[in-house]
T-cell receptor, first 111, second 115 residues
Framework: AQSVTQPDIHITVSEGASLELRCNYS??????LFWYVQSPGQGLQLLLK??????LVQGIKGFEAEFKRSQSSFNLRKPSVHWSDAAEYFC?????????FGAGTILRVKS | GAVVSQHPSRVICKSGTSVKIECRSL??????MFWYRQFPKQSLMLMAT?????????EQGVEKDKFLINHASLTLSTLTVTSAHPEDSSFYIC???????????FGEGSRLTVL
């Protein structure tokens, strides 16, 4: 069965510092991988996705993620975090037409 | 990107009443829509998959008689929480497929509070 693991429940970074959110997945076939961001009380916004091709994917708001098949990982990165990036981030793997989500990582940004 | 709209964004109801939540794809035809439920500080759990013109497919443990899903057109799916109880209070999010291969677009979510 498909599963997604986000090992960090909370992460706190200083504004301007770099960020990496970890995501590991389990899926038998070539995965479709996604990162979403959710602000409090809001729906989900797609940051980026990987379907195939270049394993380094660029997304919105300066985010990028790298697909590493050998590690079954799809970590999200940002070189310099802004206070407005504070939110909850979900990694997801596409299984057919469905998405299986990780538990989420709450990002706090300190000034 | 494609737009999915949910309505209402917040609803408060009395225990025992029924509540309907609408999910609309505004600029594309959604052959498949999904309903998720999100408990506080938890991830999204898929409740059911609805395909236009056919019965919804419910995930294990989801009561289909309690959570009625209708997908009567390519742009509208509805979730009706029947005889709501306080434990049904949650954040319900829909998503729609049809805007691109393997891609889903999410609504803004609907927060249900049952008193």
């Amino acid at each position: 069965a498909q599963s997604v693991t986000q090992p960090d429940i909370h992460i706190t970074v200083s504004e301007g510092a770099s960020l990496e959110l970890r995501c590991n997945y389990s899926y038998g076939a070539t995965p479709y991988l996604f990162w979403y961001v959710q602000s409090p009380g809001q729906g989900l916004q797609l940051l980026l996705k990987y379907f195939s091709g270049d394993t380094l994917v660029q997304g919105i708001k300066g985010f990028e993620a790298e697909f590493k098949r050998s590690q079954s990982s799809f970590n999200l990165r940002k070189p310099s975090v802004h206070w407005s990036d504070a939110a909850e981030y979900f990694c997801a793997v596409g299984a057919g037409n469905k998405l299986v989500f990780g538990a989420g990582t709450i990002l706090r940004v300190k000034s | 990107g494609a737009v999915v709209s949910q309505h209402p964004s917040r609803v408060i109801c009395k225990s025992g009443t029924s509540v309907k939540i609408e999910c609309r794809s505004l600029d594309f035809q959604a052959t498949t829509m999904f309903w998720y439920r999100q408990f506080p500080k938890q991830s999204l759990m898929l409740m059911a998959t609805s395909n236009e013109g056919s019965k919804a497919t419910y995930e294990q443990g989801v009561e289909k008689d309690k959570f009625l899903i209708n997908h009567a057109s390519l742009t509208l799916s509805t979730l009706t929480v029947t005889s709501a109880h306080p434990e049904d209070s949650s954040f319900y999010i829909c998503s729609a497929s049809g805007g691109g291969a393997g891609e889903l677009f999410f609504g803004e979510g609907s927060r249900l509070t049952v008193l």
